[in-house]
């Protein structure tokens, strides 16, 4: 998973104000059918981003794994 305490990357953080402001034009009655296509699209690729990342993580940390269980093989060889 995402540490949350990372900082967000500047696309996502675009697209995160992008959506929170197309949110507020919804609350308020005024977006049209466009812009709520548009967040419906923005919140997809944000959870693609999300997704993707921690996906990212998982193999970076299985390749970690990996490393150092050849090392600790690569020691303990007869």
Known sequence: ???PDEPARPRDYAL????ESLREQEREGHSTPEEQRRAKELERRL???EHGAEVRER????RAEDR???EYR???RH
Do not use: G
């Open 59 to 62: 193999r970076e940390q299985d």
């Open 47 to 49: 959870h693609v981003d």
């Open 74 to 76: 690569s020691r303990h």
């Open 68 to 70: 150092e269980d050849e």
């Open 1 to 3: 998973m995402t540490n």
């Open 16 to 19: 995160q104000q992008e959506l």
